[in-house]
């Protein structure tokens, strides 16, 4: 927040309720974890990543892969949408995979496919929250359309932020996801 020149890198080091917070500032909330996953595999349900079933590289996320000696997170956040579009979805939704963890709506449950089905939250079994998207200082693993973390609420961490999620219309449906 407030960092000089930083001002086009994704809102980060927020805790769950502050991502809430800023989501609904800006007149939206937190995708739930279906929602995530819907818009990273948006018209490509077998895909490995958002953008596709290539490796990530440089030109699709912001990430990091020390043990191969690849890997572009520099050490912090890159700029909202600056591997577009080779890393967005068929969307055009950016950053889905890399740069920051996205809080979701969801409380963690280990079983998934226990959640709702209609794109509700989970309350989840544990006090424990979503994160989903991988980062800039995580591998390519965590960058999967299907990778997710629980973690507790009350972490902030330089590597997760928020995504925003609105409604259009009349519609309960969500919309392009924004950071």
């Keep these: 927040w407030h960092t ?3 001002a086009a ?23 739930t974890e279906a929602e ?14 958002p953008w596709g079933e290539g490796a990530p590289t440089c030109s699709e996320a912001s990430y ?6 690849q890997g572009c997170g520099a050490g912090s956040t890159s700029p909202i949408c600056d591997r577009s579009p080779a890393g967005d979805n068929s969307l055009g939704i ?3 995979g890399g740069n920051v963890w996205e809080w979701t709506a969801d409380g963690y449950s280990p079983n998934y496919n226990s959640t709702p089905t209609d794109g509700s939250a989970s309350p989840g079994v544990s006090a424990s929250k979503v994160i989903r998207g991988g980062s ?25 932020g928020v995504r925003v ?5 009349n519609s309960e449906a969500p919309t392009e996801a924004e950071d």
């Design 4 to 6: 000089p020149g930083r």
């Design 9 to 31: 890198h994704p809102i980060n080091a927020l805790n769950w309720a502050e991502a809430t917070e800023v989501a609904e500032y800006l007149s939206g909330r937190l995708p």
């Design 36 to 49: 995530w996953e819907y818009a990273a595999r948006l018209n490509r349900n077998d895909a490995r990543y």
């Design 64 to 69: 990091d892969d020390s043990a191969l000696g």
């Design 94 to 96: 950016c950053d889905l």
């Design 136 to 160: 800039w200082n995580t591998g390519p693993e965590t960058l999967t359309s299907t990778y997710r973390l629980e973690m507790s609420p009350s972490i902030r961490s330089a590597n997760i």
């Design 165 to 169: 999620t609105r409604n259009v219309g």
